[in-house]
């Protein structure tokens, strides 16, 4: 009988496997990722689950009836340059668009430097060739396509070497009839290359974004094609029979088939989950206006949900490439465990964005020799030699202190003070991105009830609150397995776009209607092939809007069902409050125009619990576990040690104090006191 459902989020460290059996509990499992090919460590930790119910890998395979995954190899493909050699067929005169882009500097160099170098597409322009075609913003086709033409490319890139084919014709937004036929024969003249179409990736206007998010996908596609089609075969030979999804950049999960057919919906697949996992904490405790921030191995990942709506975005950039689909707002540094610190020219110290990751790993876990935020934690006394990861791995203190050593040299002081100003430096660097995704925006951060996770967001958490004066942390019982925990949370769907460009004001609402209908068919067949009942599916529209004469639209929601001007109206006048909202003004003069219609169709999720503790009193001397010499604010303190195991509701631990789980570790600095609720959240607040 399959009865479990399973979440498994890949990292740059650590695979997190979350299980939620017939009890409706959910328990945690973690093992060491592995790099060269995700799913051994994947499976890996599928047999940590398995031994805990005391199955073989089959007889748990066999039970588990739902399997969600979040990865990070889209965004490593793309970050590393990894990527398929690609190529690109579109309408002659624009095979330049993702080159010229819109004539923007690239984004991680100063507006002062003088010597930009110029971008660099990801496709080549030897690679990008134009064929004829016409389609006219009105769906027209102008110029037929020209088969020969498309033959010859497909055969000429394939001489080349291509594996990847990008198809972005101009307009097929309007009418992709054009792009679906050069398909047709890239797959007859080139049935092993990976084709990837503008108007399914994205159908909505604007040239460069369009054609460059369809570019990204064709560069990811074949390595995660590759992936997805190994693991299959590797779940079904281990005894897996039922669903598997993919978590997606939108907050929403995916089958296997379609993330295929569109890989760029898996960039930020696993970090995009984090969030959901925050509101539904949030609910619990009372508390909408969140800081999400999940502290891993590799990254530190940042989302700031505001009165519970998690923020989305079309404006994403990934190592200066624009992606153009709706995306979680997550904003991500290159601050984790295993950040390595360096001495740069100027003979100051930096952490990050280099990571020793999984392989080889931080230098205490035995492998690696240069000295990260994880060994500068051991040194500390922040993280325990002895019950990392509840004792599975024992760190060497030594390998950390020989790793240090270069550095206290260059820096004329002792090991303790190295890993002190590693620590520091790591925060300050995660401070200040909050601060940049916060107050930079015209949020209080300080009003924000702050939601770590991650393996290393718990002992940094308290740190960084104390420099922004936010005024509480909660550390959940899944915190190390964060991103695996919002998986559970958030619902299963997609989102859907189409251009509509019209102005509110005599807008054709019989073809809008039509459009919406279309995009709610389109869901509605997804879902059937999935065996969702469409009485499951739960549609919400929305509407991007603007005045006329701005370059940036504002996102409206647009009541279901038949629209009519009336409903028109009224969502422009919810467009003007919001603009209001966002931006302190509103322009009433100035007419309204829909640039994009779009539709969210979600089926929701299967409720879970978190276990419930039993009740304590305040002192929590039941738990003590040891003392341990811990460095707070250049002292040198004899910490009280706690078991996270033995922790109960109602136990009040003040701070200087750590408390050891089995897969991460919570510090608790002096400025905080530490209190526990009946489901084992630790929440910090402020003396």
């Known amino acids: 009988m399959r009865n479990k459902r399973v979440c498994i989020d890949v990292g740059g460290t650590f695979t997190d496997c979350l299980v939620m059996d017939e009890s409706g509990l ?49 965004t490593n493909i793309l970050l590393t340059g990894r990527g398929a050699r690609a190529g690109m067929i579109t309408t002659k005169g624009f095979r ?9 500097k690239p984004i991680d160099i100063s507006l002062y430097n003088l010597f930009i170098p110029p971008n660099e597409p990801l496709i080549p322009r030897w690679h990008r060739i134009g064929v004829e075609e016409r389609t006219l913003a009105n769906g027209r086709i102008f110029t037929a396509l020209n088969e020969r033409e498309v033959t010859d490319a497909v055969q000429a890139l394939t001489a080349d070497g291509v594996e990847s084919i990008a198809i972005c014709f101009l307009h097929s937004y309007a009418n992709p009839a054009n792009e679906r036929r050069a398909a047709e024969i890239c797959r007859e003249v080139a ?73 760029v919906f898996l960039l930020h697949s696993g970090p995009a989950a984090a969030p959901s996992g925050a509101t539904h904490l949030g609910r619990h405790l009372g508390d909408d206006d969140l800081l999400s921030v999940d502290m891993g191995g590799t990254s530190f990942d940042i989302c700031l949900v505001n009165k519970g709506e998690i923020p989305t975005t079309t404006e994403h950039w990934e190592n200066d490439q624009r992606v153009a689909i709706k995306m979680v707002d997550i904003a991500s540094i290159g601050a984790g465990g295993g950040s390595i610190a360096t001495i740069d020219s100027l003979g100051l110290l930096r952490v ?25 934690n051991l040194i500390l006394g922040y993280v325990p030699a ?42 300050a660097n995660m401070a200040n991105k909050i601060t940049e995704v916060s107050t930079k925006r015209g949020y209080d951060i300080r009003q924000t009830v702050m939601i770590a996770g991650g393996g290393g967001g718990p002992i940094h958490a308290g740190f960084i609150a104390e420099a922004l004066g936010i005024r509480k942390v909660v550390v959940p019982p899944i915190a190390a397995l964060y991103s695996a925990f919002g998986m559970f949370a958030m619902d299963i769907g997609q989102d859907y776009a189409r251009s509509f460009v019209t102005r509110v004001k005599g807008a054709d609402v019989d073809t809008l209607n039509r459009i919406y209908d279309e995009m709610e068919a389109e869901a509605s067949a997804s879902f059937r092939a ?90 929590p001397a039941g738990a003590f576990k040891r003392h341990r010499n811990c460095r707070f604010n250049g002292r040198d303190i004899d910490t009280p040690i706690y078991d996270g195991e033995k922790m109960l509701a109602g136990n009040i631990i003040p701070g200087p104090a750590i408390i050891e789980e089995t897969t991460t570790t ?4 002096d400025a905080f006191v530490c209190s526990v609720d009946r489901y084992k959240n630790y929440t910090l607040t402020r003396r």
């Open 530 to 619: 999935h065996g969702v009942d469409s009485k499951a599916i739960v549609f919400k529209r929305a509407a991007e809007m603007r005045y006329v004469g701005q370059f940036h639209e504002v996102e409206t929601d647009m009541p279901n069902g038949k629209v009519g001007p009336e409903t028109v109206g009224a969502a422009a006048d919810a467009f003007a409050r919001k603009h209001e909202e966002l931006y302190t003004f509103a322009m009433p003069w100035k007419a309204v125009e829909i640039l994009t219609l779009r539709l969210k169709a979600t089926t929701p999720s299967v409720s879970f619990a978190l276990p419930e503790v039993a009740q304590g009193s305040a002192d």
């Open 191 to 263: 049935p092993n290359v990976f084709v990837s179409t503008s108007h399914e990736t994205l159908p909505v206007w604007r040239e460069f974004e369009r054609f460059n998010t369809t570019c990204v996908g064709a560069y990811v596609g074949p390595p995660v094609a590759r992936y997805l089609t190994l693991l299959e075969q590797v779940l079904k030979e281990s005894g897996f029979r039922g669903t598997f999804l993919m978590m997606l950049a939108n907050g929403l999960v995916q089958n296997v088939a379609e993330c295929i057919r569109r890989p």
């Open 666 to 669: 919570v510090v608790i600095p």
């Open 386 to 427: 002895d019950y990392f990861l509840g004792g599975e791995m024992k760190l060497d203190i030594n390998a950390s202190r020989k790793a240090v050593t270069p550095l206290a040299k260059q820096l004329k002081t002792d090991e303790l003070g190295v890993a002190e100003s590693i620590f520091h430096t790591v925060n």
């Open 96 to 104: 330049d668009s993702i080159e010229i882009r819109r004539g923007i």
């Open 26 to 74: 959910l328990q945690k499992f973690k093992a060491p990722t592995t790099p060269r090919d995700p799913s051994i460590g994947l499976m890996d930790a599928m047999k940590k689950a398995a031994r805990h119910y005391h199955l073989d890998v089959r007889e748990f395979f066999g039970q588990v009836e739902v399997l969600v995954h979040g990865t990070t190899l889209a």
């Open 352 to 376: 990050g964005p280099a990571s020793a990751g999984a392989d080889p790993g931080p230098a205490c876990y035995g492998r690696g020799s240069e000295a990260t935020v994880t060994d500068a």
